[in-house]
């Protein structure tokens, strides 16, 4: 209940610090600036955090590759052993 409490006021601080009348804060340009500073940095990060999970999801292929081929090579093994053993 606090929590919902003070995300209100914090949303209506907002909107009252951007509103475009005399009795605001009138802070509209200045977020305006902050956002076209903002935006490049936010896309530096979102780009990174997409590079590192390429990367991650490229390791976890390869691993998954590698575990198949020893599986195949495990049920290849076992087929020979049990066709030597019916001999």
Same mark, same amino acid.
């Given at each position: 209940m606090v929590a919902l409490i003070v995300g209100i006021i914090f949303i209506a601080f907002a909107v009252y610090s951007v509103l475009p009348v005399a009795w605001s804060l009138q802070w509209w340009p200045y977020v305006i600036d902050f956002l076209k500073g903002g935006v490049p /940095? =936010?896309? +530096? %990060? /979102? !780009? =990174? /955090?997409?590079? %590192? /999970? !390429?990367?991650?999801? +490229?390791?976890d292929r390869i691993e998954a590759k590698k575990e198949e081929a020893e599986e195949a090579a495990a049920e290849k093994e076992a087929d020979q052993k049990e066709s030597e053993s019916e001999n």
């Open positions: /940095i =936010l896309a +530096i %990060f /979102i !780009g =990174l /955090i997409a590079v %590192f /999970i !390429g990367i991650a999801d +490229i390791k």
